[in-house]
């Protein structure tokens, strides 16, 4: 039997400006990376999404990104060693005075958008994120880009970990994402969505955006919730698993 959590980036509204469909994409999702505040995100969204999780069942995790609203987090900072842990650990502690405050737990770490892909291969900024994560609770897990030095260095320390794997983003060569800014990087057609979701699951095989066959584990698929098509996506990705005898359950 194959088995995957379902994931997608969640909480990314910011005061009168909303972002993804989060009321009808959690009813389809099992876990949610709530953002917290850095990226996207404030004290009201995510209670409203903690909230909603709650409700639903649905386990949350931190999505804590660089402190970029202006740029959606998706653009590099030079920051200091210090600096990535201490805005990690802030961001973590701040979702989880909301989880706490509705009666649950905190489940995992999910670093967003350019503070992730940097961990694919930048060690400093991957043990910054792990010691941030260790100090303040040693059972959260840690979701990394499928490949990531982040993983390598969480199971290291001995933190729990996630590999994780993306229905709507393209796939460089070394199994880096395809930048945003590169034609091709989104996945937009959702027939081919779902066969690269379920290849990806049943054979561990994923096609690079040059053609390249890659080996690739998913134990949580994200869908990005900012996505035209994300509420598509999780609902035929629902559909289409039962089809492949595929579970989709929490880690």
């Not at 994931?7 to 917290?36: P, Q």
């Not at 969204?45 to 959606?72: C, I, N, S, W």
């Given at each position: 039997m194959?088995s995957?959590?379902l994931?997608?980036?969640?909480g990314?509204?910011?005061?009168?400006?909303k972002l993804g469909?989060?009321e009808?994409?959690i009813r389809?999702?099992?876990?949610?990376?709530?953002?917290?505040?850095?990226h996207?995100?404030?004290?009201?969204v995510m209670?409203?999404?903690?909230?909603?999780a709650?409700?639903?069942?649905?386990?949350?995790?931190?999505?804590p990104?660089?402190?970029?609203?202006m740029?959606?987090?998706?653009?590099?900072?030079?920051?200091?060693?210090?600096?990535v842990k201490?805005?990690?650990?802030?961001?973590i502690g701040?979702?989880?005075?909301?989880?706490?405050s509705?009666?649950?737990?905190l489940?995992?770490?999910a670093?967003h958008?350019?503070?992730?892909?940097?961990?694919?291969?930048?060690?400093?900024i991957s043990?910054?994120i792990v010691?941030?994560?260790?100090?303040?609770?040693?059972?959260?897990?840690?979701?990394?880009?499928a490949?990531?030095?982040l993983?390598?260095?969480?199971e290291?320390?001995?933190?729990?970990?996630?590999?994780e794997?993306?229905?709507d983003?393209a796939?460089?060569?070394?199994?880096?994402?395809?930048?945003?800014?590169?034609?091709?990087?989104?996945?937009t057609d959702?027939?081919?969505a779902?066969?690269?979701?379920?290849?990806?699951?049943k054979?561990?095989?994923?096609?690079?955006?040059?053609g390249k066959e890659?080996d690739?584990?998913?134990?949580?698929?994200?869908?990005?919730g900012?996505?035209?098509?994300?509420?598509?996506?999780v609902?035929?990705i629902?559909?289409?698993?039962?089809?492949?005898?595929i579970e989709?359950?929490?880690?």
């Amino acid at each position: 039997m194959y088995s995957v959590d379902l994931n997608s980036d969640m909480g990314e509204s910011f005061g009168a400006y909303k972002l993804g469909e989060d009321e009808e994409i959690i009813r389809y999702v099992t876990t949610a990376n709530v953002a917290c505040g850095w990226h996207a995100g404030d004290p009201m969204v995510m209670d409203r999404v903690v909230r909603m999780a709650k409700e639903r069942g649905t386990a949350v995790g931190a999505h804590p990104g660089y402190p970029d609203l202006m740029g959606f987090g998706r653009r590099k900072m030079a920051l200091s060693f210090q600096e990535v842990k201490n805005y990690v650990k802030y961001q973590i502690g701040a979702l989880s005075a909301f989880t706490r405050s509705c009666g649950i737990e905190l489940k995992h770490v999910a670093p967003h958008g350019a503070m992730g892909n940097q961990c694919q291969y930048d060690e400093e900024i991957s043990t910054a994120i792990v010691e941030a994560v260790a100090e303040f609770d040693k059972d959260l897990i840690i979701y990394y880009c499928a490949g990531a030095v982040l993983g390598k260095i969480a199971e290291s320390k001995g933190l729990r970990t996630a590999s994780e794997i993306f229905a709507d983003r393209a796939y460089m060569d070394d199994l880096a994402l395809v930048p945003r800014k590169m034609e091709g990087s989104m996945i937009t057609d959702e027939d081919l969505a779902i066969r690269r979701c379920v290849r990806m699951i049943k054979e561990g095989k994923v096609t690079s955006a040059s053609g390249k066959e890659l080996d690739i584990r998913g134990d949580t698929l994200c869908v990005h919730g900012d996505g035209p098509k994300a509420l598509t996506f999780v609902r035929r990705i629902r559909e289409a698993f039962a089809d492949e005898g595929i579970e989709i359950k929490q880690l």
